[in-house]
């Protein structure tokens, strides 16, 4: 099936997109990132030869040497290899990298991750999620389901998915199942609005989970990010070519977002307004979906919390969109048991007096999320106490929402805050806030918040502060999570695997 330009790779570069990638000789500069090394094993599996480069050897990097995958790690390659077609970088690329630098010079031709994305995106049923928040769990849900039910989708998600093999697979050219049996192969990923980086993908079907402010280093304000969530929308084809937007009932901007597109538009939320109206027993952790007043479906979250519900249904929603059936649907969400990093549970410290702790760990970044995380554990493991290791950041993500973060952490009973983990930040930048700025804020709110420097010293801190009963959870989306492996140590007690036993359909 022919894409809707099909003349065309995107962007000024004009090759036909069907060319770009059986026979080609593919570098991936930053190969290391959950996308970027999905993206290489999805490439190489559509007959290209791909190789890659990144600063350090990770379990990502370990991954795409099994597969055959041949990396470079360390500083960048002044000398690329021979007979390059195409070279991929990651956001975090500048353009004076030498790797970038010696592509020019050569006359390679360059693509971001999204753009080359978009590319395969195009040759699919594309389905892209977005939104400030949820967009790794919603999309490994999506996927799970999809893969539950037989309609085998190629998936791109942010985040390491056990049950899904990783972050990545490749799946069948064509729906081999359901009533869209035949229709080109379904294709479930991830759209990031940083640096509009969305605006590159190519979707049949979307999601937008909410929209609020974030990365205000490149949007000017939250007007901005709106619009930057509506041209994405746009991007959807007519109704009558299959477009279809799934947005958040509430959260979502949905009226500045939505209006005058020529796909078509339905809600879903807790409001009975919504097209999709989600029911959520929260002691329970039951959810369940009315469409105009029945029941389509029902099932038991193993993620808690009202957000996790939220994800959960616009998996359903849009798992049963592109073919599956509810029953089945409901049985594969009930299955899900979770991904890296999102309300993740890593083990049990046994405390020297016989008593244990148990320790959890997150990516929370933004208030919102902060808040969310930290209401579903307390409801759902109900701790004697919650102690949360916070590490902000960038700068200016914690200067711009400083009294929203100072406001998200009601549910913790202490907060300990290491330096803020900065990314992408000026000089300028970061002399504007500190991690001192948020505990004072904290503070000022009757919050138990410590600063504490050097990083390693939260554990010493933990040592001496966790009583039996206590629940730790590490949170930010930079290096703070080592704190909770630290903390367990020898002591680890693993989660039950007992997911890797699951057949899949």
Same mark, same amino acid.
């Given at each position: 099936m022919k894409s809707r330009n099909p003349t065309t790779a995107g962007?000024?570069?004009?090759? &036909?997109?069907?060319?770009?990638?059986?026979?080609?000789?593919?570098?991936?500069?930053?190969?290391?990132?959950?996308?970027?090394?999905?993206?290489?094993?999805?490439?190489?599996?559509?007959?290209?030869?791909?190789?890659?480069?990144?600063?350090?050897?990770?379990?990502?990097? @370990?991954?795409?040497?099994?597969?055959?995958?041949?990396?470079?790690?360390?500083?960048?390659?002044?000398v690329l290899p021979n007979d390059l077609d195409l070279v991929v970088y990651s956001a975090a690329i500048k353009g004076d990298h030498p790797e970038m630098l010696a592509a020019s010079e050569r006359s390679i031709r360059t693509l971001?991750?999204?753009?080359?994305?978009?590319?395969?995106?195009q040759q699919c049923t594309a389905l892209s999620i977005a939104g400030t928040h949820g967009k790794s769990t919603t999309t490994a849900m999506t996927a799970w389901v999809l893969l539950r039910t037989g309609l085998d989708p190629s998936v791109i998600v942010g985040a390491t998915c056990e049950q899904l093999g990783g972050g990545s697979r490749n799946g069948a050219a064509r729906i081999p199942a359901g009533r869209r049996r035949g229709e080109p192969g379904v294709m479930v990923c991830e759209a990031c609005e940083f640096n509009r980086s969305f605006h590159q993908h190519r979707p049949t079907i979307a999601v937008i989970n909410n929209v609020e402010a974030d990365h205000l280093d490149c949007y000017a304000n939250l007007e901005a990010i709106i619009q930057s969530f509506r041209e994405f929308a746009g991007l959807l084809p007519h109704v009558d070519h299959g477009g279809k937007l799934l947005i958040a009932h509430e959260g979502a901007h949905r009226r500045e977002v939505s209006s005058d597109l020529s796909c078509s538009v339905a809600t879903w939320g807790f409001s009975p307004s919504a097209d999709y109206q989600?029911?959520?027993?929260?002691?329970?952790?039951?959810?369940?979906?009315?469409?105009?007043?029945?029941?389509?479906?029902?099932?038991?979250?193993?993620?808690?919390?009202?957000?996790?519900?939220?994800?959960?249904?616009?998996?359903?929603?849009?798992?049963?969109?592109?073919?599956?059936?509810?029953?089945?649907?409901?049985?594969?969400?009930?299955?899900?048991?979770?991904?890296?990093?999102?309300?993740?549970?890593?083990?049990?410290?046994?405390?020297?007096?016989?008593?244990?702790?148990?320790?959890?760990?997150?990516?929370?970044h933004h208030p919102t999320e902060c808040e969310k995380t930290l209401r579903a554990l307390r409801a759902s493991e109900r701790p004697r106490r919650l102690i949360c290791v916070f590490q902000p950041h960038q700068a200016s993500r914690t200067r711009h929402l400083l009294a929203e973060f100072a406001s998200s952490f009601s549910n913790a009973d202490i907060v300990l805050v290491p330096d803020i983990c900065f990314s992408?930040?000026?000089?300028?930048?970061?002399?504007?806030?500190?991690?001192?700025?948020?505990?004072?804020?904290?503070?000022?709110?009757?919050?138990?918040?410590?600063?504490h420097h050097p990083f390693e010293a939260i554990n010493l801190e933990l040592e001496?502060?966790?009583?039996?009963?206590?629940?730790?959870?590490?949170?930010?989306?930079?290096?703070?999570?080592?704190?909770? @492996?630290?903390?367990?140590?020898?002591?680890?007690?693993? &989660?039950?695997?007992?997911?890797?036993n699951i057949r899949i359909a």
């Open positions: 962007g000024s570069n004009n090759e &036909p997109y069907d060319l770009m990638f059986a026979g080609k000789r593919i570098h991936f500069i930053g190969i290391g990132g959950t996308g970027m090394s999905g993206l290489a094993q999805m490439l190489r599996n559509r007959g290209a030869t791909v190789m890659g480069s990144d600063q350090s050897c990770t379990a990502l990097i @370990e991954r795409l040497q099994q597969f055959g995958i041949h990396t470079h790690i360390g500083e960048g390659m002044s971001s991750y999204a753009e080359v994305l978009g590319l395969a995106q989600v029911i959520y027993d929260a002691k329970a952790q039951r959810v369940g979906i009315l469409q105009d007043g029945h029941w389509t479906a029902q099932w038991t979250n193993k993620m808690p919390g009202d957000h996790n519900a939220l994800n959960s249904a616009a998996a359903a929603i849009t798992a049963h969109w592109l073919g599956a059936e509810w029953e089945a649907i409901a049985e594969a969400l009930g299955e899900f048991a979770g991904l890296d990093r999102r309300s993740q549970f890593k083990g049990v410290r046994t405390l020297p007096s016989g008593g244990s702790v148990r320790v959890f760990d997150d990516y929370a992408r930040d000026s000089d300028n930048d970061k002399q504007k806030v500190s991690s001192s700025d948020l505990v004072d804020k904290l503070r000022e709110r009757g919050t138990d918040a410590r600063h001496t502060l966790c009583e039996d009963g206590d629940l730790v959870v590490t949170m930010g989306a930079g290096p703070v999570y080592k704190i909770a @492996e630290s903390y367990l140590g020898s002591e680890l007690i693993a &989660p039950l695997d007992w997911v890797k």
